[in-house]
């Protein structure tokens, strides 16, 4: 069986800040693990994802995620956050690529000025 | 890139009524498309994954009665929420895969639906 928790439900930074959401995966197989941001009624869009290759990932908008297996986290950072940075972000793992995706319960970032 | 459109965008009902909620690969042959519920500020749950041409595969708990799922070509599938009634009022998200080598490691996602059941 697979899971994804989402320490934090909800985390507010000022713009400018670095940005860190955290994600612990549990996994009988290797995982692939994935970040996706989701914008209020909006599909989702794919922001990184590890498939076993380097643990540290480097996404879109600046994003990234480093891969720990000893620690079996995925934590999500950014170095400054931008306002249209604010969304919902969702932690997911699966066995295989992209099959039977299982996602975490979402961390709503908010971003002031 | 791979695109997924998902179509309509919002749609409201009177209970009893069904709708169909359609998912389209634009730019690729999908093998696989998968369909997700959410719920007001939750998580996506996967209600089931369907191959072309064949039955689709629901997840534990989702009615197949209820929920139809047509996957009848590479580039179509489609939801039809039969007999609708406003517990079933929710955004409804596709995602497809492909097969292809440089497709096959990554999902893409329809912008979603949301149901309203009145």
């Known amino acids: 069986a697979q899971s994804v928790t989402q320490l934090d439900s909800h985390v507010s930074v000022s713009e400018g800040t670095p940005v860190l959401l955290r994600c612990n995966y549990s996994?009988?197989?290797?995982?692939?693990l994935f970040w996706y941001v989701q914008h209020p009624n909006k599909g989702l869009q794919l922001l990184l994802k590890?498939?076993?290759?380097?643990?540290l990932v480097k996404g879109i908008n600046g994003f990234e995620a480093e891969f720990k297996k000893s620690e079996t986290s995925f934590h999500l950072t950014k170095p400054s956050a931008h306002m249209s940075d604010a969304a919902e972000y969702f932690c997911?793992?699966?066995?295989?690529?992209?099959?039977?995706?299982?996602f975490g319960t979402g961390t709503r970032l908010l971003v002031s000025p | 890139g791979a695109v997924v459109s998902q179509h309509p965008s919002w749609v409201i009902c009177k209970s009893g009524t069904s709708v169909k909620i359609e998912c389209r690969s634009l730019?690729?042959?999908?093998?696989?498309m998968f369909w997700y519920r959410q719920f007001p500020k939750q998580s996506l749950m996967l209600m089931a994954t369907?191959?072309?041409?064949?039955?689709?595969?629901?997840e534990q708990g989702v009615e197949k009665d209820k929920f139809l799922i047509n996957h009848a070509s590479l580039t179509l599938s489609t939801l039809t929420v039969t007999s609708a009634h406003p517990e079933d009022s929710s955004f409804y998200i596709c995602?497809?895969?492909?097969?292809?080598?440089?497709?096959?490691?990554?999902?893409?996602f329809g912008q979603g639906t949301r149901l309203t059941v009145v």
């Open positions: 995602s497809a895969s492909s097969s292809a080598v440089v497709l096959n490691t990554e999902a893409f």
């Open positions: 996994s009988s197989y290797s995982p692939s």
């Open positions: 590890y498939t076993s290759a380097a643990t």
């Open positions: 997911v793992v699966s066995r295989t690529g992209f099959q039977k995706l299982v």
């Open positions: 730019d690729f042959q999908a093998t696989t």
């Open positions: 369907s191959n072309e041409g064949s039955k689709a595969t629901y």
